[in-house]
């Protein structure tokens, strides 16, 4: 399955701030208009599992499968029957501004089930949720 990318520039954040905005899942809802509510036990760490429950997906079993502080990279990993969704964000200093990358990566037999069912709303929302997120980090 063909990966989805939503990519933007902006000068209105840093990527320190914008990295701390979400790194803080307890607060996610607050920077996702599709999350109902968002919790994590401990700190943000890979293999930390989080308790996100989302509008547009029922209650998922989210995992941080790789987070870079250093290179501002996270990629969350949610297992679903026969298929993987990788959602890997990327945040990167570019000129006077930030470069944010979001990709929706989907493996599995079942992966063009799953794009019907819940890639293409997350994929679609890429930039709406990228947008909401930089109005919040500023």
Request: charged share 20%; proline share 3%; glycine share 6%.
């Amino acid at each position: 399955m063909q990966d989805k990318v939503y990519s933007i520039f902006t000068d209105e954040v840093s990527v320190s701030g914008i990295w701390q905005l979400v790194t803080d899942i307890n607060y996610r809802n607050h920077i996702d208009s599709d999350t109902e509510y968002s919790s994590l036990n401990g700190n943000f760490s890979v293999g930390k599992g989080m308790d996100i429950k989302n509008r547009i997906f029922p209650q998922p079993g989210i995992v941080v499968f790789e987070s870079d502080e250093y290179q501002k990279s996270i990629v969350y990993l949610w297992e679903l029957p026969l298929c993987d969704f990788f959602i890997s964000y990327f945040y990167k200093e570019a000129g006077n501004g930030v470069k944010i990358t979001a990709t929706l990566t989907i493996q599995g037999i079942l992966s063009p089930f799953w794009y019907l069912m819940y890639g293409r709303a997350i994929a679609k929302n890429f930039s709406r949720d990228i947008k909401f997120m930089i109005d919040k980090a500023k």
